[in-house]
């Protein structure tokens, strides 16, 4: 039986968990964070499972460990765990982990207000304020993302077609609009949300091949980015998205975010520089 002891920070982002795991890192080997990754999954899921999972975890738990960097002039590593397995980039899990991390003492940044962050999908770029020795935001400038696929046409059982894109943000995501047989989030519940979202993503997993072009081990779409009509205002764009086997994000999903603006962007349908602020299934917000 394996056994080791774990110490973990428990919150969350804009209502979707985070648990930073703050002892019992295993050593891995690599060089780069990606190879450091499938060390991971390789010889140590284990941890993962048992840290995400049912009795100490749920269905939506997700989380990460910090490292040391894996380049000269970064600040620290993040390697993400949830209970669909260990992502290539996780945003509202970077939120929560830089934001534990400041206020508990266990990141130093090299110049304050700043961070450079390797993951397994590439470098990040993290500013942030604190007060009081509180954080009051966190921006991220992601890896690039980008449209890899429009207009694929799907089948599903009980929905019919679907036209659907898949855009990366730092894993690759199906992205469903409003069409024929799809109205938008707002027409569909949470149980129909999970009930579609594995048939669509093994159908497109199916269909069409999504492997990153610098990173070969990234590959396959993952997560399922239903749109729709925001209850806000003064939100730009609704979506729920489906991960792992049972889990709805409750925050915006800081990934799939730049998935969306990647694709909106792609469709001519969003200004560089313009703000885009996507409204998540509880109605939290990100300001992209």
Request: hydrophobic letters at 35%.
């Amino acid at each position: 039986m394996l056994k080791g002891t774990f110490f973990c920070i428990d919150g969350h982002t804009c209502g979707n968990p985070v648990r930073l795991i703050t002892s019992g890192h295993p050593q891995l080997s690599g060089l780069s964070m990606s190879e450091k990754r499938q060390d991971f999954l390789q010889n140590h899921d284990w941890i993962r499972q048992a840290l995400m999972f049912e009795p100490r975890g749920h269905d939506m738990m997700s989380g990460g460990f910090l490292y040391p960097p894996t380049t000269e002039d970064g600040d620290a590593a993040i390697l993400f765990v949830e209970t669909s397995g260990c992502l290539p980039m996780c945003g509202h899990g970077t939120m929560g982990i830089v934001t534990f991390a400041l206020e508990h003492g266990l990141l130093h940044a090299k110049v304050p207000g700043t961070l450079l962050l390797d993951t397994p999908a590439g470098r990040i770029h993290i500013n942030y304020e604190m007060t009081d020795g509180k954080v009051q935001w966190v921006k991220i400038y992601n890896v690039p993302a980008y449209l890899a696929h429009r207009s694929i046409v799907i089948e599903i059982p009980e929905l019919g077609e679907l036209k659907v894109d898949i855009a990366y943000g730092g894993n690759f995501y199906i992205i469903v609009e409003p069409q024929t047989n799809y109205k938008g989030i707002e027409h569909l519940t949470a149980g129909q949300i999970l009930k579609y979202s594995p048939r669509v993503r093994e159908a497109i997993n199916a269909k069409v091949q999504c492997t990153h072009p610098l990173d070969k081990t990234v590959q396959g779409a993952s997560h399922v980015l239903w749109t729709g009509t925001p209850k806000n205002p003064n939100s730009d764009a609704a979506n729920a998205v489906f991960y792992g086997d049972k889990a709805i994000d409750r925050s915006p999903c800081g990934t799939g975010t730049s998935a969306r603006m990647a694709q909106l962007f792609a469709k001519g349908q969003l200004a560089q520089g313009q703000n885009f602020i996507h409204e998540s299934y509880i109605g939290s917000q990100f300001i992209g």
